[in-house]
């Protein structure tokens, strides 16, 4: 018995069109599976669920954040200012990305633009200047407004504070400390917020309370806003990991360096490169260390000081066996960078370089360096740590700490865990310090800073 092959003439042009259609995509180029600041990139084979989080350029992913929006109860009328920040990048990027966690939680429909409190130029360690900047001073706002309002499309964000409707005028913030709304009974002043889990209904009584003690409309609408700023010093309450580690890993990439200051980061990255082949020519590597020496005037007083911080860099960058002979210094003091260049040379024969010495030769690059402010040029140090193939700075500097903690997303990027505090870390940094009492040492900082 034959069995005939002849097919019917619409499933022959089916099958045509089909392998018509495979070849077109076949040939279209591969798709970005992350194209979407919403993708979901825990799903598929584990080889493709890696992005590295740790690149100060690393794409925002924001479905974490679209989850934690998703399960917040709104109020209309509600706002939040979160202006009220001072010191150095550490300090200010985890002030604006606390006070709007806290604003998720608590409901708030409104947000005003952030601004940033700069330090006065004569006397650094004057950290509460009145003077204030936009977000544009260091941040990339179109990035920041794209990123919320795809992911928390309930927010609305209000450029200034007089572009509120219905604010009163002349404008004043009603001022809240989060952690004062729940009994904390014996906790150290500089504790978490232990009431996280609690302080949507807490703030919620607040609100209700308030109304009726000052005889305001509650619950609040469009027409009668009620507006709030979160009083200084909130930046390390909030336990990131609270959300989860998708949340903890993705919600600091909404605070991306202005494009200016990322592209100049980045050529000082390659100078850097180029600097390390140069130097060490028979590892032909571009590989270098990365050092954040914080002894300025404005650290305090029972940080490890030079001594302590110089000779624990050397000696761990020596420990480590790497074929890496160039470092990078970041630091803010050029007295002490010159005593670092001297050691690092006699006792290691190592060349080290700041920033300054990289750009020299640069023209370009350096008029762009000299164009920016004390604090504007430590976001190039921050975007040539990252990238640095390992690193050292010091506990309990924020911005040390920052360093670290962006860092260590590389290995795991979205599922990262917290980093060891204290030990070997994750391979890639170390952080000289002190590690003995939870207080006075502020390991609190190490759970509530986000990477």
């Known amino acids: 018995m034959v069995l005939s092959t002849t097919r019917p003439r619409g499933v022959l042009a089916l099958m045509a069109m089909t392998s018509l259609v495979t070849v077109w995509l076949c040939r279209l180029p591969q798709l970005n599976i992350y194209a979407s600041s919403n993708a979901d ?3 598929g084979p584990i080889t493709q669920r ?24 709104w109020t209309p009328g509600l706002v939040f200012v979160c202006d009220n920040n001072s010191g150095g990048i550490g300090n ?78 002349p404008f004043k913030a ?58 200084w010093g909130v930046q390390f309450e909030w336990p990131v990991f609270r959300d989860g580690a998708e949340f903890a890993s993705t919600f600091g990439g909404l605070l991306r360096f202005r494009p200016d200051i990322l592209a100049l980061g980045n050529k000082a990255v390659a100078h850097m490169r180029r600097h390390a082949r140069e130097f060490d020519a028979d590892a032909h590597s571009g590989r270098y260390v990365g050092f954040h020496l914080r002894t300025e005037e404005d650290a305090l007083d029972f940080w490890p000081n030079y001594a302590n911080q110089s000779k624990a860099y050397l000696t761990r960058s020596q420990e480590l066996g790497y074929d890496m002979k ?52 430590a976001l190039v140090d921050f975007i040539v740590l990252l990238n640095s193939d390992y690193f050292l700075g010091v506990s309990p500097s924020s911005f040390s700490m920052n360093v670290a903690l962006k860092r260590h997303l590389q290995a795991e990027g979205l599922h990262t865990r917290p980093w060891r505090i204290g030990g070997d870390g994750d391979g890639r940094s170390w952080l000289v310090g002190k590690y003995e009492q939870f207080w006075e040492d502020w390991l609190f900082m190490y759970e509530a800073m986000w990477p």
């Open 41 to 43: 990139v825990t799903r």
């Open 50 to 73: 890696h992005i590295d989080l740790s690149l100060p350029d690393a794409l925002f992913v924001g479905w974490p954040l679209a989850r934690v929006c998703s399960e917040t109860t």
């Open 92 to 169: 200010i990027r985890n002030y604006i990305l606390t006070c709007l966690r806290y604003a998720i939680d608590a409901g708030a429909t409104g947000l005003v633009m952030p601004r940033i409190r700069v330090r006065s130029e004569k006397d650094l360690s004057d950290i509460t200047a009145e003077n204030d900047q936009p977000f544009t001073y260091f941040f990339d706002e179109p990035h920041f407004r794209r990123n919320l309002q795809s992911s928390c499309p309930q927010i609305t964000i209000y450029d200034t504070t007089p572009d509120i409707p219905n604010a009163p005028v």
């Open 174 to 231: 009603e001022e809240v400390t989060p952690k004062n709304l729940g009994k904390r009974g014996g906790c150290d002043r500089r504790d978490h917020n232990k009431h996280t889990g609690l302080f949507a209904s807490a703030f919620a009584n607040h609100l209700r309370s308030t109304a009726a003690e000052f005889k305001l409309q509650h619950p609040p609408s469009l027409e009668h806003p009620r507006i709030f700023r979160l009083t």
């Open 326 to 377: 160039a470092g990078y210094l970041a630091t803010g003091s050029q007295t002490e960078a010159r005593k670092f260049f001297s050691d690092s040379t006699v006792l290691h024969g190592m060349r080290v370089v700041t920033k300054e010495l990289l750009l020299q030769n640069h023209q370009e690059d350096m008029a762009a360096l000299k164009g920016l402010t004390w604090d504007q040029q």
